[in-house]
């Protein structure tokens, strides 16, 4: 089908959030108050802190809040791949940190488990599928990739199996695929937008002060206690976690370390019986190709398809706006693909059209920090793979904010942070070259630019 016609009646909205089951807003802050803890962002971030520090002690008073909605940025707007790794990717983690890699790896399987876990502790319903990704390459070149760490894979007890040009068709019918790894440990799917409502709800349920539409305007620290002051009241304690994901940081020194990408996905009408059976996916694994442009796509549990990434898209000033959440250019191209990739699917329209905003920093996975005498932890950068990785990142800010020595916060990974980018005007143009050097790189069988072996030699780069 032409992609324009097939998106002619696509909603302008996140697919998750767009559904019967969001729930009222908890009401604003509109006194002063006062808390043990208060947990700025109602992400994934700002959740599971709230969430684990009741876990961790009962009687600790909990305050989260929220600028606008529970969920309704990154969090409730992103493929619903809960994946295991805590390093955006194997790859990236054995390049950075690999005297670490083996216990980064069990971390992040366990990570996984105990989200599956909590998810059963309180009969929280996000769809949760442990199914795992599926990595395809659809370029020869991109096949080396593929097989590259198998043996460290094997050495390190993960479940991966390879694929190849058959057996991955046979597991996912698409005419592009030549080979594929089979990435069965850790990884699920999930409803990312009901995840985030059912951390709320159990928040809710162990006393956690959620106040939405709250958001902090100023933070005054006088020396014990901090306070952070929203239109219409304040919330002062002595330990604050902020959990803020790429928008204006609270704390400046965070702003030269992440920037904001935006990424884009479409959502398919549910597949009918025949046409799902054409494309087979009985194992219904979260799909990635192997292109430095990259497309991630799955199952949903009405047999939808979300279809989304390639474009990781860097506006010149690093501004977040609105508007930047639709880019009819990147749906068309989107569509398009989708139609490469499924020929037997050129029936099957889309409902939904969205974009949202990732947190990107220069080695592409998650850093973590202290300010404010300790009185302050944060944890941000987790550069389009922080559905399971925030979980993580909520268990480091409240190590730190404990004083506690624990096997996270010694992490080489934990106690370093990434280099920062370069401010702007440059910031937008260095930006801007390395996407169109990784655009070269696709179309040239892989072959990375003097610019991009530069950058990968000082542990740099762009990604989403
Ligand atoms: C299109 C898209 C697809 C993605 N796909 C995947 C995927 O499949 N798998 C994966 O692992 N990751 C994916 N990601 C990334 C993932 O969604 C994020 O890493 C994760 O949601 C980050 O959660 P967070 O809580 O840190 O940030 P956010 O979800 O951005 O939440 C931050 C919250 O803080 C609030 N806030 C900020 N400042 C203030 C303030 N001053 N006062 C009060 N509140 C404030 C904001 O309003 C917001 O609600 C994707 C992201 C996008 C955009």
Redesign the pocket.
Known sequence: MDPLKALADAERKPYWLDSPARPEPQPRLDRNTSADLVV???????LWTALMAKERDPSLDVVL????RIG????G???????ATLTHGLANGLERWPEEIDRLERMGVANVDEIERTLERYGVDCSFERTGELHVATEPWQLDGLNEHLDLISELGLDYVPLDREQVRAEVNSPTYLGGLWERSGCAMLD?ARLAWGLREACLRLGVRVHER???RSLHDDGTTITLRTPYGSAAARRVAL?????PP?LRRLKHFVVPVY???LMTEPLTGPQLAAVGWGNRQGVGDSGNRFH?YRLTDDNRILW?GYDAVYYNGGLVKPEYDQRDETFVKLAGHFYDTFPQLSQVRFTHRW?????TCSRFSAFYGQAHGGRLAYA?G?T???????RFGANVMLDLLSGERTERTELRMVKEKPLPFPPEPVRSGVIQFTRWSIAQADEHQGKRNLWLRTLDRMGLGFDS
């Open positions: 700025v962002g109602g992400g994934f971030s700002g809040l929220e600028g606008r309704w940025a990154a969090t707007r992103n493929g619903g791949f809960c994946m990312p709250s958001p902090v959990g803020t994901g790429v928008f609270l990424d884009y996905a991630y989304g974009g949202g905003v990732i947190d941000a987790y389009g793979m922080g559905v399971g990785a925030t």
